[in-house]
C-alpha cells in the first residue's frame, strides 16, 4: 500500500460512533460546531477517545492479552483446534484472511482514535474563551499525548524493525481532518512528529495537572468519600497524566535507540524523572510487592501510569481465562516440573517471585488438563481493582537498567526491580555485562509484562532471532518477515 487515504466529513460522525453516551446528529459541519461549542462538548469528545482504546480492536484485547501476545507466542490453542486463526498468528501468516482481519482491525482503530483527538484539536485553540481554568491545557494536552500514542503504536506494529528503518515512508503522521491523501513518513520522521506530540503535551500539563498537587489515591475516592475536584479531572491513573506523558517520552526514545544509541540517554533521562518523581513528598507510584499480590493485586495497581478501567472485569476475564478460557499455556506435569514456565522461572528463583506465586494454575477441565491458566486479571481484592495497566512503572526500572552507561548503575535499578519482585539478584556476568544485560532484560519483559502485549514488540525492538540460550533457546524464531507487520492492502476511508 503505497498510499493511506484518511477521509472525514465530520470528526462529530466518528465520536457518535463510539457509544450512545454522546448524543450527537450527524449533520456534518453544523454538528460539529455545535460540539465544540462548549466546554462539556470538548470533554465528551475526549471521553469518546478514551473509550475508543478501550475497544477488543486495540488494548481491550488484541494490543494486550491477545493478538499480540500470540504473536510472541506466549499462549497456545488446543490441539483439538486445529484452524483456530492463532495458529496462524503464532506462525507468522499475516495474509491468512483471519489474521488479515484482525490486523487490519488494529490498524483502523487506531487512526480512529487519531482522528477522534484531531477533530479536537482541530477546534480547541478558537475556543480557549468556553473553558474554566485548566481545562484547556489537560484536554489538549491528553488529546496529543492520544495522538502521539496511536501513532506509536502503529509505526510499533506496522513499522520497521527500529534498528534497521531505511529511509521507506512508511506511515503517515496524521494532524488534520482533510479530504487529502496522507503520505507516509521515513521512520526518523515518523518519531520526532511523536515527541513533538508529547513535548508539546509535557508542557501544557506540567503546571495545570491535578497529578502535581494530589495523588492518585486522594483523586481515586473510595466507598462515599466525596471528589475532591469534578470527576472529570479525577482518576489520573486512567488518563494520559503528566507523569504517563514522561514515561511515553522514554519508550518512544527507547524504541529510537535501537537505530540510534544516543537517544538512549533521553530514554534514561525520562525514566529516571518517572522513578523519582513525588507529590506532597510521596512517590507517586511505587513497584508492586508481595504484599499487593496476597491482597490479590495481581496486575500491581501502585505502578499504574496509565490504565484503562474494564467494566465487569471479572465476568470477562474469567471467560478469558477461567477453566473454560481460551487462552491458556501449554506445558508438562504440576507447577514443580513445568518445562516452559520452569526455564521462563527457574526452580532457584521462583519460590519469591510475585510473578510467579500463585499465578498459574494446572487446568482441571476434561482435555484440557495439560494447560496451564494465568490469573493476572483475575483479581481477588476486595475493592476490585477493575484496571488494565498499559504503562507501569516496572517498565521504567527496566528501561533505566538498559541504558544505564555503567555496569554499577545498570545494577542498581535492577537490584531494586529484583528486590521487589521477589527473585534473587544476580549481578550482570562481568566479562561481556552488557550481552548478559541484554538477555536478562529479554526474559524480564516477558515474565514482568506477560499478557499485556510487551514480548513480541520488545522481540522486534532488539530484533530477536532466538532467545537467550540460558532460557529457551529454540523455542522462538524472530525474523524481519515476523516482524515487519504488513499493513491493510486497501485504502482507508472512514466516511463509510
Not at 11 to 31: D, F, H, R, Y
Amino acid at each position: 500500500m503505497k498510499k493511506i487515504a484518511i477521509l472525514l466529513i465530520s470528526s462529530a460522525l466518528v465520536l457518535s460512533s463510539c457509544s450512545k453516551w454522546l448524543e450527537v446528529e450527524p449533520q456534518g459541519q453544523s454538528t460539529e460546531d455545535k460540539l465544540f461549542s462548549t466546554q462539556k462538548g470538548f470533554k465528551d469528545a475526549l471521553t469518546g477517545a478514551y473509550i475508543r482504546i478501550k475497544s477488543d480492536r486495540l488494548y481491550g484485547s488484541n494490543l494486550g492479552w491477545g493478538a499480540v501476545e500470540q504473536m510472541a507466542l506466549n499462549w497456545d490453542p488446543l490441539a483439538s483446534n486445529v484452524n483456530n486463526v492463532n495458529i496462524a498468528l503464532r506462525a507468522g501468516r499475516y495474509s491468512d484472511e483471519g489474521v488479515r482481519e484482525i490486523l487490519d482491525n488494529i490498524f483502523e482503530e487506531n487512526y480512529k482514535v487519531i482522528l477522534d483527538v484531531n477533530g479536537i484539536l482541530s477546534k480547541i485553540d478558537a475556543k480557549q474563551s468556553v473553558f474554566e481554568k485548566d481545562y484547556y491545557e489537560l484536554i489538549k494536552g491528553e488529546s496529543l499525548a492520544l495522538r502521539a500514542l496511536a501513532h506509536f503504536e502503529a509505526m510499533r506494529m506496522f513499522g520497521p524493525v527500529p534498528s534497521n528503518p531505511t529511509s521507506k515512508k512508511w506511515l503517515p503522521y496524521v494532524k488534520e481532518i482533510t479530504k487529502d491523501i496522507h503520505e507516509g513518513l521515513d521512520f526518523r520522521s515518523f518519531m520526532q512528529a511523536i515527541l513533538a506530540d508529547l513535548d508539546a503535551a509535557e508542557v501544557l500539563l506540567a503546571e495545570h495537572d491535578p497529578i502535581r498537587n494530589y495523588t492518585f489515591k486522594e483523586l481515586r475516592p473510595e466507598g462515599d468519600k466525596p471528589f475532591l475536584i469534578d470527576p472529570f479531572l479525577s482518576f489520573r491513573d486512567t488518563r494520559l497524566n503528566y507523569f504517563s506523558i514522561l514515561a511515553l517520552k522514554a519508550r518512544v526514545y527507547q524504541w529510537m535507540a535501537a537505530a540510534d544509541p544516543q537517544y538512549g540517554a533521553e530514554a534514561l533521562k525520562y525514566a529516571k524523572l518517572v522513578i523519582d518523581a513525588t507529590t506532597k513528598g510521596q512517590k507517586v507510584v511505587r513497584l508492586g510487592l508481595d504484599a499487593d499480590r496476597v491482597a490479590g493485586d495481581y496486575t500491581m495497581s501502585p505502578e499504574h501510569l496509565f490504565a484503562i478501567d474494564m467494566f465487569k472485569m471479572d465476568e470477562r476475564m474469567n471467560g478469558i481465562f477461567g477453566e473454560d478460557g481460551s487462552l491458556m499455556r501449554a506445558d508438562f506435569g504440576n507447577s514443580s516440573s513445568w518445562f516452559y514456565l520452569g526455564n521462563l522461572f527457574p526452580a532457584n528463583e521462583r519460590n519469591n517471585d510475585i510473578r510467579f506465586k500463585d499465578m498459574w494454575f494446572n487446568k482441571t477441565k476434561p482435555g484440557e488438563t495439560g494447560y496451564v491458566r494465568y490469573m493476572k486479571f483475575m483479581p481477588r481484592s476486595a475493592d476490585k481493582i477493575n484496571r488494565i495497566p498499559i504503562i507501569r512503572l516496572s517498565e521504567m526500572y527496566l528501561i533505566a537498567t538498559e541504558f544505564a552507561i555503567d555496569k554499577q548503575t545498570a545494577e542498581q535499578y535492577y537490584r531494586v526491580f529484583a528486590d521487589a519482585k521477589g527473585f534473587p539478584f544476580i549481578a550482570f556476568t562481568a566479562g561481556n555485562w552488557e550481552t548478559d544485560r541484554r538477555n536478562k532484560l529479554i526474559r524480564e519483559y516477558v515474565r514482568e509484562f506477560y499478557a499485556e502485549g510487551k514480548s513480541f514488540l520488545n522481540y522486534k525492538r532488539l530484533n530477536v532471532i532466538n532467545l537467550p540460550s540460558s532460557w529457551t533457546n529454540t523455542y522462538y524464531v524472530g525474523s524481519e518477515a515476523r516482524y515487519v507487520v504488513p499493513k491493510p492492502l486497501r485504502e482507508i476511508d472512514y466516511n463509510k
